[in-house]
């Protein structure tokens, strides 16, 4: 199956800083990922949709000037928190979309990083 | 706009019972209905998928039913073992979509 990876798996960081997180398809291109956020004992939120090579789209009520998100290459999407706050600590998880596979809109998850902001 | 109702919130289940898990969803243009199966930590990871032409799928102890007529859908899981314990989240998404999750299920399987 497709595998999706991300980096780091956790950080934590002083209220005040910038923390960027990588998500990577390694065996396939992904011209659609997806960033959900979830909070303990909560569903998965989508925050944005990235697509490769333009701007993401995002979610209703998300900051895109908080949330960066860039996608620069076909295997590579990044999300940077920018001036993270305690309020921002969660668990962010990608999501991206094999357009070659069997099922086109079938989403493959990465393993989650958990951000936690001082 | 909540899209995908998931029920019940929590479920505790004996080990060789059968764990049900029910979806409801609004939006007649889904036409995928993914469940997914998160441990603590962790991503979740694809369990099954049906199509709303298919009325029931079977993969292994994994069974999903579906009812378009009434826009619903379940998961069972046949033979229950302490191992499944887990959150399983139902979800739908139409063709190049969103995918969007319902509230999840909790799942204990004693043994």
């Known amino acids: 199956g497709a595998v999706v990876s991300q980096h780091p798996s956790r950080v934590i960081c002083k209220s005040g800083t910038s923390v960027k997180i990588e998500c990577r398809s390694l065996?396939?291109?992904?011209?659609?990922m997806f960033w959900y956020r979830q909070f303990p004992k909560q569903s998965l939120m989508l925050m944005a949709t990235?697509?490769?090579?333009?701007?993401?789209?995002?979610e209703q009520g998300v900051e895109k000037d908080k949330f960066l998100i860039n996608h620069a290459s076909l295997t590579l999407s990044t999300l940077t928190v920018t001036s993270a706050h305690p309020e921002d600590s969660s668990f962010y998880i990608c999501s991206a979309r094999n357009p070659a596979g069997d099922i086109s809109n079938e989403q493959f998850f990465g393993p989650g990083t958990r951000l936690t902001v001082l | 706009q909540q899209q995908v109702k998931q029920s019940p919130q929590s479920l505790i289940v004996q080990k060789g019972g059968i764990s049900i898990i029910n979806c409801a969803y609004e939006n007649t243009a889904f036409d995928y209905f993914p469940w997914y199966q998160q441990f603590p930590g962790k991503g979740p990871a694809l369990l099954i998928a049906i199509r709303p032409d298919v009325s029931e799928k079977k993969e292994g102890r994994f069974t999903i039913s579906f009812n378009k007529s009434a826009k619903q859908f379940s998961l069972h899981i046949m033979d229950s073992q302490p191992g499944d314990s887990a959150t399983y989240f139902c979800a739908a998404t139409f063709e190049g979509g969103k995918l969007i999750f319902g509230q999840g299920t909790e799942l204990s399987v004693k043994p």
């Open positions: 990235s697509n490769e090579g333009s701007k993401a789209t995002y």
């Open positions: 065996d396939f291109q992904a011209t659609t």
